[in-house]
């Protein structure tokens, strides 16, 4: 995996996303020495995974209240 420094990675950031979406290529971004970041293709998501995640959180009873306050407060814009 290629390192690249950060003032680099700032420089060529369209190129480098370019390498990693279209070559599958990974970079490691190097900040005074330090690795910081990874850049690789992502990952697909998948519908399992977010419903595990959702399912990892507690029900907001509040949502749907607060919900319908806020599209209350919106304007519906005519187009015609």
């Known amino acids: 995996m290629p390192e690249v420094s950060a003032t680099e990675a700032a420089r060529n950031f369209a190129d480098i996303l370019d390498a990693v979406e279209h070559r599958g290529e990974h ?8 690795p910081v970041a990874h850049l ?3 990952r697909p998501g998948r519908g399992a995974d977010a419903k595990a995640m959702l399912r990892r959180h507690r029900r907001d009873e509040s949502w749907g209240t607060e919900l319908a306050s806020l599209r209350r407060l919106v304007e519906i814009e005519d187009r015609s």
């Open 40 to 42: 690789g293709p992502a």
């Open 27 to 34: 970079f490691t971004v190097v900040r005074r020495g330090r």
